[in-house]
């Protein structure tokens, strides 16, 4: 890349020393600078990029982007001091990498729950339409079938952008993005040229790094905005309508709004719900007239999801009728009100709530078809947002019996998590255990036929993390074990 060009971006900076004629590469980490590279410099919470510089100059970089002077080796390397270096970075990365975004489809999807199901739920709309499609996202990086494991939900800037020239490279044309509010607040996505954002639903969660309520939205809100956005070719903001915060959304963005709702006439529009425990039927009102929606995804809140994916697809220019056709065929996602197969008599479910709201829709989703009690098991992850766990087990209350647990305790005791958690309870049909192998044997040793049992929170996890170790843990594997016991 020509170092002039790419600073010509810049307006205010500060250049020490002399700029080399082109870079080859583009970091962000030492650990991986090459020769002739150019590394910029950011700011962690604990950890700082400035300390990295030298260490990235005896690597062989070339350009050191920082916000402040840094005594490094001017021989070898020039400094630019610019205001913001993740900003600055965004710019670099978009133009190193000619700006792929421009060329795909891309999708973005945010929302406290569902972004996992939505997601996925396009990606593979989309794979049994014929076409390939990218997923970035809290599994990983798919790469139409290739997994590639990723650290965050939303990657930063530029594992980002080397996803998407990667997805350009293998000529496919779709790109989807599961979008976290820390991904947005920190501009992970910066630069990239959405053309559908969606919306799931805003609830309480993650207020340890948002602070309030009104943070956490305003950070969602960020995917809508999208201000300066291109807007030569049609965008939309495919938004729920039976959210709050759906308003709020719909005034900010300048992309054209198409809406769902199961609650009330909207662009798709979901009537005469019924719940069955292999699959949910309803009738799908939508700009293309009504069809019989079938999907194995079971739950109010997966039809809440098809909504959102079926919406974001037609956006994208896909047809609603054959949207629907495809969608009988998808399977569950898995550990998303996934069913556990037993010849026992019993309906076991493993999903992956964890915050109230999430929690109440998953109980709320099996009363349709309860025939004796409902049994559910939550945890929650020590050293992490507290406030939410009284109203997390306030809403687990809706079952029959609860067991209240731990989900990757840290550093935190048992007892500190689970007793939290119990002040929140509304009846007395409870047990407090911290251990969560010994949580779900309890629970499966009182199951009686006819039950339904949900294990919730983990979902597709398979690991409990103890201080800083990660155990293999499988509620699934535990229950089906006592069922060849029991039954
Ligand atoms: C544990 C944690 O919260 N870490 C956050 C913290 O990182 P940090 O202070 O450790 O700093 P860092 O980003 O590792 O390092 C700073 C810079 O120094 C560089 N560095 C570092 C070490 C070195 O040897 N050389 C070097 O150059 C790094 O490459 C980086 O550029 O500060 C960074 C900047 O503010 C955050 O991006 C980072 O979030 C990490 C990535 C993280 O995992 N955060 C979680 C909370 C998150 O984002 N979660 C959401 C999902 C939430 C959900 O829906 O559940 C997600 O999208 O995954």
């Known amino acids: 890349m020509n170092t002039i060009d790419l600073f010509k971006l810049l307006k205010l900076k500060t250049i020490f020393g002399e700029l080399p004629?082109?870079?080859?590469?583009?970091?962000?980490?030492?650990?991986?600078?090459?020769?002739?590279?150019?590394?910029?410099?950011?700011?962690?919470?604990?950890?700082?990029?400035?300390?990295?510089?030298?260490r990235a100059v005896e690597s062989g970089a070339t350009v050191i982007v920082a916000e402040k002077n840094l005594d490094i080796d001017l021989e070898k390397a020039a400094l630019v001091v610019v205001s913001n270096t993740s900003r600055a970075l965004a710019f670099?990365?978009?133009?190193?990498?000619?700006?792929?975004?421009?060329?795909?489809?891309?999708?973005?999807?945010?929302?406290?729950?569902g972004k996992t199901s939505v997601t996925n739920l396009i990606h593979q709309l989309i794979k049994r339409g014929g076409e390939h499609s990218a997923l970035s996202g809290t599994i990983g990086f798919d790469l139409d079938g290739t997994l590639f494991e990723s650290a965050n939900t939303t990657s930063d800037i530029l594992t980002t952008q080397r996803m998407l020239v990667q997805a350009?490279?293998?000529?496919?044309?779709?790109?989807i993005f599961e979008v976290s509010s820390h991904g947005l607040v920190e501009g992970r996505l910066w630069g990239v040229d959405f053309d559908v954002v969606t919306f799931t639903n805003l609830s309480h969660d993650h207020l340890d790094f948002h602070g309030t309520m009104e943070n956490y939205g305003y950070a969602k809100g960020l995917l809508f905005s999208q201000l300066g956005q291109d807007l030569?070719?049609?965008?939309?903001?495919?938004?729920?309508?039976?959210?709050?915060?759906?308003?709020?959304?719909?005034?900010?963005?300048?992309?054209?709004?198409?809406?769902?709702?199961?609650?009330?006439?909207?662009?798709?529009?979901?009537?005469?719900?019924?719940?069955?425990?292999?699959?949910?039927?309803?009738?799908l009102e939508s700009p293309e007239g009504s069809f019989e929606v079938e999907t194995q995804l079971l739950g109010t809140f997966n039809v809440s999801n098809v909504l959102a994916a079926i919406a974001s697809l037609y956006a994208k220019g896909e047809s609603v009728a054959s949207l629907v056709e495809r969608l009988r065929e998808?399977?569950?996602?898995?550990?998303?009100?996934?069913?556990?197969?037993?010849?026992?008599?019993?309906?076991?479910?493993?999903?992956?709530?964890?915050?109230?709201?999430?929690?109440?829709?998953a109980i709320q989703s099996v009363l349709p078809f309860k025939k004796n009690r409902v049994l559910f098991l939550v945890g929650t992850g020590g050293n992490r947002d507290k406030s939410k766990r009284p109203t997390m087990a306030e809403k687990a209350s809706l079952a029959d019996y609860v067991v209240l647990t731990t989900d990757d305790p840290r550093y935190e005791s048992y007892d500190s998590i689970v007793n939290d958690l119990g002040k929140g309870m509304t009846h007395e049909n409870f047990a407090l255990i911290g251990d969560r192998e010994k949580a779900v044997r309890h629970l499966m040793g009182i199951a009686e036929p006819g039950d339904i049992i949900i294990f919730a929170g983990k979902g597709h996890e398979d690991y409990q993390i103890i201080e800083n170790v990660k155990y293999p843990h499988s509620d699934r594997e535990i229950a089906l074990e006592v069922i060849s016991e029991r039954f």
């Open 21 to 54: 004629q082109t870079v080859d590469y583009i970091e962000a980490d030492s650990r991986n600078v090459k020769p002739n590279s150019i590394f910029f410099c950011i700011k962690g919470h604990t950890t700082d990029g400035h300390d990295f510089a030298q």
């Open 92 to 113: 670099a990365a978009n133009r190193f990498y000619q700006y792929p975004s421009k060329e795909m489809n891309v999708i973005g999807v945010t929302g406290t729950n």
């Open 168 to 175: 350009k490279e293998a000529q496919i044309q779709n790109m």
């Open 232 to 283: 030569s070719k049609p965008k939309f903001a495919v938004l729920n309508l039976d959210d709050e915060w759906y308003s709020q959304y719909a005034a900010m963005t300048p992309f054209e709004v198409i809406s769902y709702s199961m609650e009330q006439k909207a662009d798709f529009w979901a009537a005469d719900i019924r719940y069955l425990d292999d699959r949910t039927l309803f009738r």
């Open 330 to 361: 998808i399977p569950p996602v898995s550990g998303r009100m996934e069913r556990v197969h037993t010849s026992a008599p019993l309906s076991i479910y493993i999903d992956y709530a964890h915050t109230p709201d999430a929690i109440e829709k």
